[in-house]
């Protein structure tokens, strides 16, 4: 079993900036991906951005250049800086761990609300 805690959402105006962390316990050490993904009120959850256990990062297009993921393997913390933020932003994000044998663990999200 793989636990994942988000953290860091809330209001923020637009063009403003905020850092979420997803702690992870458990058996880390079966986890292969960790990702970034958001739901958006009536739309389908969405990928946000990934990182591989090599470090390799994948982004949705419509955050490119404006998010980085990174971790921090020594606290098994994944982040997501989100810079110049839209009101197309708004969502529940939830943090996401693919282990080795492609099952998936979430998290129980967290709000990120961008006011225009």
């Known amino acids: 079993q793989v636990q994942l805690v988000e953290s860091g959402g809330g209001l923020v105006q637009a063009g403003g900036s905020l850092r979420l962390s997803c702690a992870a316990s458990g058996r880390i050490f079966s986890i292969n991906v960790m990702g970034w993904y958001r739901q958006a009120p009536g739309k389908q959850r969405e990928l946000v951005a990934t990182i591989t256990r090599d470090g390799s990062t994948n982004y949705a297009d419509s955050v490119q250049g404006r998010s980085t993921i990174s971790e921090d393997n020594g606290k098994n913390i994944v982040y997501l800086q989100m810079n110049s933020l839209k009101p197309e932003d708004t969502a529940v994000y939830y943090c996401?761990?693919?282990?080795?044998?492609?099952?998936?663990?979430w998290g129980k999200g967290t709000l990120v609300t961008v006011s225009s």
């Open positions: 996401n761990a693919r282990t080795w044998s492609s099952m998936d663990y």
